[in-house]
């Protein structure tokens, strides 16, 4: 998987970190992103596998973007290509 073939997708579900989730997608699933609206309706008990099923590969939530710069794993700048290299040394996508 090349970079090009992902996209990052923020979703806020509130105003603190905790509540704001970054998700890199597989674009062969979702070329558009996720549909928010049309996951919300579904069974929250599958809230994660609408995320997968979704095309979500990775997804943390605001705060662990924020420890993950702290610890400079991360850029901020380039903050999608950083998540995909992340997913690539964690071995949750091959390039």
């Known amino acids: 998987m090349k ?3 992902t996209s990052l997708q923020v979703i806020e579900f509130g105003e603190e970190p905790a509540d704001k989730y970054y998700c890199l997608i ?3 699933v979702s070329p558009n ?3 928010i609206e049309r996951m919300r309706l579904s069974d929250p008990r599958n809230f994660d596998r609408q995320f997968r099923d979704s095309g979500c590969l990775m997804m943390l939530t605001g705060d662990e973007i924020n420890e993950l710069k702290r610890r400079d794993e991360v850029n901020d700048a380039k903050l999608h290509q950083s998540l995909f290299e ?3 040394n964690e071995g949750i996508i091959k390039s």
């Open 86 to 88: 992340l997913a690539i």
């Open 3 to 5: 970079l090009d073939q």
């Open 33 to 35: 992103g996720m549909n």
């Open 26 to 28: 597989d674009l062969k």
